[in-house]
């Protein structure tokens, strides 16, 4: 049996009635809120392990909810929404969600995402010891203490930049990171010029990751919004 429990916030009765009966199909824990003063509740006193988060509540905006909840907490929030707008993700993964998945979606891609999330807090559960020397994914290895990279056998000649990007995205595997958070933990700013050359720097750390730069493997781009490193088995 699964061993997440999810707490999923939502009011329409037809979608929160599908997510939650694909839940106990896979044998996930579940809670449920129909607002977001309830969810805040939920989230305070239950302890779920994620979130599964719409943003159009009767009572309040979705992202004031992650918000309130941030101020406390850094349980995983994976928003579920029919914003589609780059600008509504931009929004919600910069004040703390973790992901954002647009409706209509597809059942398997939500549970891809909860079983991403599930290695994301097996690791961090894990303890600091277990994977702050070395980080492994697919045939990717970092070795933070050294501070060089592998692709298999093979060292990769990273500039100081590129290595940096790579530790970022390995440090959230799973999680979709906006271009302001990278910018702003790489250069400490986000101006327009930062973006340009997050743009540059990442195609030229694909180059040297991948195999097939258009195909890609480890870093996914979510255009408009920024890039996530891809669990690879």
């Not at 799973?174 to 250069?187: D, S």
């Amino acid at each position: 049996m699964n061993k997440l429990q999810v707490l999923v916030v939502e009011d329409d009765a037809p979608v929160r009635n599908l997510i939650t009966t694909t839940l106990k199909a896979h044998e996930y824990k579940h809670i449920v809120a129909e607002n977001g003063e309830e969810a805040i509740l939920q989230a305070s006193t239950c302890n779920p392990d994620v979130i599964l988060l719409d943003l159009g509540l009767p009572d309040m905006d979705g992202v004031d909810v992650i918000k309130k909840i941030r101020t406390w907490s850094n349980l995983p929030i994976i928003v579920i929404s029919a914003r589609n707008e780059d600008s509504d993700k931009i929004e919600a993964l910069d004040n703390g969600a973790d992901d954002f998945l647009t409706k209509p979606f597809s059942v398997e891609e939500l549970l891809a995402r909860l079983r991403v999330t599930g290695r994301r807090l097996a690791m961090m559960q894990a303890g600091p010891e277990a994977n702050e020397a070395v980080f492994t994914n697919g045939n990717l290895r970092v070795d933070y203490a050294a501070g060089c990279a592998f692709i298999g056998d093979e060292e990769l000649h990273l500039t100081p930049n590129e290595y940096k990007l790579l530790c970022l995205l390995s440090h959230n595997v799973g999680k979709v990171l906006t271009h302001t958070y990278i910018t702003q933990n790489i250069w400490g700013s986000s101006w327009d010029t930062d973006v340009a050359s997050l743009r540059v720097y990442m195609a030229n750390l694909r180059k040297k990751l991948e195999s097939t730069p258009d195909s890609p493997h480890y870093i996914q781009t979510h255009i408009g919004v920024g890039y996530r490193m891809m669990k690879v088995e």
